[in-house]
């Protein structure tokens, strides 16, 4: 038998398996669509009075139809040409078989990501780019008021924004470090905030993991609202250093400092908060940026292969916050419940009736309440107006 989960927007909602009889597909959804429960005429011949995609119940009630080969009706029950559940002759799915199990649908509701924006604030950030320096374009990436991701997603996603840096002198860095500048607030709506944060100019140095901490730490003083997934979008032009020696002299001091940065996102991910890297520039970087992907994204800093971001003009750098943003506001699913990541594989998962393949265009997160939409699905699932996504996993695979 399988549990079938009916996604509208981003957020999944689950149901564990439990003794279900027919003819009521009404029943099986939460809440019942307004359609259902309509008093009709159940006779032979008579007006069907039910709206399209229901049908008139035995009991004198509109109930949606079933479709063939749909696997609503569940175990025990097959659906016949005109969308009614019947038993199938097996001799399950009558009152009281435990075997029982048909499909459950769910109306989801959209979830609204918290995103951090940890922006690196160096000297090195007025460096010409494209016309430019990298401050202004990052500036003009977020609060542009025709393009800006910030004011263009300021009503769907709790932004708050983190300047970085610090100052040394002698080769020693100047309390505070790391030196920082928040908005008041994380909010929906928070465009003016963010946009008065940054009419400031860079300073001096990048120590880019103390900084990583500071905010992991204001997430646990000050927690992303219930449902809202927290993200960490960490902007950086350049190498990290760190407090205690804000210029690496060798590759072996660089190494070290580069650590630092990459244990701090593995912190942060520890701590429930995934972390986005976005390398502004074309300067020498090495392995760095994929090894801050991976740490955030909760994988081997060495073997993963999480996807970061490099833009080496302003119009890249514009479209990696969209896509960045975009993307998790579009395409990660949370449920409820738990799906056992092990059996994910054995479920499906359509997009307006288009069957997704595991592990191309769909894959569960390890916690097992995040369903990933990925690449081209993505892409339509964010331009659809609304978009319907349709999740089946066996019962066993659930859980509570």
């Known amino acids: ?92 799915g009558s009152n009281g078989d435990i075997d029982a199990c048909p499909s459950a649908h769910f109306t989801a509701t959209k979830t609204t990501p918290t995103v951090q924006l940890l922006l690196d604030q160096s000297g090195s950030m007025n460096d010409p780019y494209g016309g430019t320096t990298r401050w202004q374009a990052l500036r003009n990436a977020l609060i542009d008021p025709t393009s800006g991701v910030v004011k263009n ?19 020693v860095n100047q ?39 500071a905010v992991v730490a204001d997430f646990a003083a000050r927690p992303a609202m219930q449902g809202s997934p927290p ?26 400092a580069n650590l630092t940065s990459v244990q701090a996102a593995q912190r942060a991910y520890a701590a429930g908060i995934k972390l986005f890297f976005l390398f502004v520039g074309n300067d020498a970087a090495g392995d760095h940026p994929q090894q801050m992907a991976n740490a955030g994204a909760g994988l081997d800093p060495v073997t993963g292969k999480a996807k970061f971001y490099v833009a080496t003009d302003p119009t890249q750098l514009t479209q990696a916050f969209n896509d960045i943003v975009g993307g998790v506001l579009s395409c990660d699913l949370k449920l409820s419940g738990q799906i056992n990541p092990d059996q994910a594989m054995n479920g499906s998962v359509t997009l307006d009736g288009r069957p997704l393949t595991f592990g191309t265009d769909w894959n569960v997160d390890r916690d097992g309440v995040t369903l990933h939409i990925l690449g081209n699905a993505c892409t339509m699932l964010k331009a659809a107006n609304n978009p319907t996504v349709d999740a089946t996993f066996s019962c066993g695979a659930i859980i509570f």
């Open 231 to 256: 993200i960490i979008l960490l902007a950086t032009d350049g190498l990290p250093d760190t407090c205690q020696n804000p210029n690496p002299a060798n590759a072996t001091e660089q190494a070290a």
């Open 1 to 92: 038998a399988m549990t079938r989960v009916l996604l509208v927007g981003l957020v999944l909602l689950a149901t564990a398996c439990g003794n279900k009889t027919f003819p009521s597909l009404c029943a099986n959804q939460v809440p019942p669509p307004a359609g259902c429960n309509t008093p009709c005429d159940p006779a032979p011949g008579a007006t069907n009075a039910c709206t399209p995609g229901y049908h008139c119940s035995a009991d004198g009630k509109c109930d949606t139809v079933c479709t063939l080969g749909g696997g609503q009706c569940g175990g025990g029950y097959s659906c016949t040409a005109d969308g009614y559940c019947v038993p199938d002759g097996s001799g399950k």
């Open 175 to 213: 309390p505070p470090c790391p030196l920082l500048a928040s908005t008041p607030a994380r909010a929906l709506n928070n465009f003016n905030a963010v946009q008065s944060l940054l009419q400031v100019n860079p300073i001096q140095d990048t120590p880019t993991a103390p900084s990583i901490d």
């Open 153 to 171: 997603l300021a009503s769907k996603v709790v932004f708050g924004a983190t300047l970085y840096s610090a100052r040394s002198s002698n080769n």
